[in-house]
């Protein structure tokens, strides 16, 4: 239980000092520049408090539920004992042994996106001003289906050994056609996923993930490789919004034109 | 309010429910191995679905409207440097304090040292300065977003220009800082200032006649992870010099 209490006063004291940051500008701001008082300002003070002491205990949660398992199982999942039993590495055997790390990689993509709190904020958001045109499950889904996509393809690279770049400018280039293709409320929105997406949940089990792989695959190196991933987690789900708001509005003009 | 309560305890529960699901799969169905430590592992499940309602609590009750809040003050005082100056202060505040980018600015001074293009002397230096570029970075991230947002700037051209100059820089950055400079796109934008900023632009772009807010309220974070990319390449520029060639 000790170790409980230590790591929940950590855990409190880094959300705290965050909070205290922006506290400190808000009041400057407050005081100094707008001099008005805000309305409500004991409720608003308690909410900021539960944002804090919520992060704080989610953070522990992650820390000793999800993350230890997680990472266990990325590292079994790459351990080439587990994937090829007693007979060892075979010659010839390809990526597609690798299939159950690679499905791995999905869902844990798929997952850990749907809990990421900022995520959520965003997508709360988006709901409220659009008056409920863009549904948060649904952007939710198509963020953590691009994540899922994102990694899964990060840790196919990862075992096949295909430069990084190729990636990376192949996915601009895509993303450069869609943007022009896309309906123009959503893109804002959609480059706003890819930088929400990788944080408090995801990056911490995609590296393990990413750097348990690199370690088991020969002639990768954990430092490098490692890191892909996360720039896959961030640049699919810019695609997947868009593709998912070009579909919505494909459908939408088509029920219009028969109609 | 109990139902809402309930309601709410239940949203995170349902969040939080797939890796669960995934994570229970894999061990009892692939890997076929007892949980190593059972007890704990529900009990931080209980406290992650309790710190997500909590979180998504607060999040309604205070992240949100006191951004909006702000916003529309500053739209009655009607100071474009205040609000400008205001987007700058809290992205600059907040990354200052991230925990996540003091790990960061660490390792990379160890690397930078251990290659020998700084010496030991430099070190404390050198990783003061590059959490102060990264958190300058974020900081003119919101001073741009929001001057965007009062400007009515197409968010696309802002992004491309960006995605340009980096590939540019990219070329004669040292190839040292490349790595560290992209992941600090990644790791900037916190959980709390990430709805804070998301309601400021919408904010502003909701009180703003002729925005939509959609549209224009949007894209403040999109910017938040490009211009850490840039600032840090050229950070390393300045510390290792540009490569050659």
């Known amino acids: 239980m000790n170790s409980y209490r230590n790591l929940i006063f950590e855990s409190l004291a880094n959300t705290a000092a965050d909070l205290l940051s922006i506290v400190l500008v808000l009041a400057f701001f407050q005081a100094v520049i707008l001099r008005r008082r805000l309305p409500h300002l004991g409720r608003l003070l308690t909410g900021l408090v539960l944002v804090a002491v919520g992060l704080g205990i989610f953070l522990v949660g992650l820390e000793k539920c999800i993350f230890p398992l997680g990472k266990a199982m990325a590292h079994q999942l790459s351990d080439p004992d587990f994937l090829f039993g007693e007979a060892g590495l075979q010659a010839g055997s390809g990526p597609a042994s690798y299939a159950w790390a690679i499905v791995f990689a999905f869902l844990i993509g798929f997952t850990t996106t749907l809990a990421e709190p900022s995520l959520l904020a965003v997508a709360l958001k988006a709901k409220e001003i659009s008056t409920g045109a863009i549904s948060p499950w649904g952007l939710r889904l198509a963020v953590a289906f691009g994540v899922a996509f994102g990694v899964a393809l990060g840790a196919y690279r990862i075992i096949a050994g295909t430069p990084l770049h190729y990636f990376i400018i192949g996915g601009y280039l895509i993303l450069m056609v869609q943007t022009y293709f896309s309906p123009n409320y959503i893109i804002p929105l959609a480059f706003d996923s890819g930088g929400v997406t990788t944080s408090t949940v995801t990056v911490p089990l995609v590296v393990a993930l990413g750097i348990g792989l690199a370690a088991n695959v020969s002639g990768r190196s954990p430092l490098v490789d490692g890191f892909g991933l996360i720039a896959f987690a961030s640049l699919f789900p810019i695609m997947s919004v868009l593709g998912y708001a070009m579909i919505g509005s494909f459908l939408a003009k088509r029920k219009t034109g028969q109609g | ?245």
């Open chain 2, 1 to 245: 309010m109990k139902k809402t309560i309930l309601r709410k305890l239940w949203h995170s529960f349902v969040d939080v429910a797939p890796i669960l699901a995934v994570i229970i799969f894999f061990q009892v169905f692939i890997i076929q191995k007892p949980f190593p430590n059972l007890l704990e592992n529900i009990m931080g499940m209980f406290l992650v679905v309790g710190g997500l309602f909590l979180f998504v609590i607060g999040l309604e009750t205070a992240l949100f409207p006191l951004g909006e809040k702000m916003a529309t003050q500053f739209m009655d005082q009607g100071s474009v440097f205040w609000v400008v100056l205001f987007g700058f202060s809290l992205g600059f505040s907040t990354t200052i304090a991230e925990p996540a980018l003091t790990v960061i600015a660490r390792k990379a001074g160890e690397i930078a040292v251990q290659d020998g293009a700084i010496t030991q002397a430099w070190e404390a230096d050198f990783i003061l300065g590059l959490r102060l570029t990264i958190a300058f970075s974020v900081g003119v991230a919101g001073a741009l977003g929001v001057y965007r947002v009062l400007r009515g700037w197409s968010l696309v051209k802002l992004i491309l220009a960006g995605y340009a100059l980096i590939v540019a820089v990219t070329i004669h950055a040292p190839k040292e800082i490349i790595g560290i400079a992209y992941d600090a796109g990644g790791i900037t934008t916190s959980t709390i200032t990430v709805p804070l900023i998301t309601a400021l632009g919408v904010g502003l772009a909701t009180s703003i006649r002729g925005r939509n807010p959609v549209v224009d309220g949007f894209g403040i974070i999109a910017l938040a992870s490009l211009t850490p990319i840039l600032f840090v390449m050229i950070f390393g520029i300045v510390v290792y010099g540009a490569r050659g060639g």
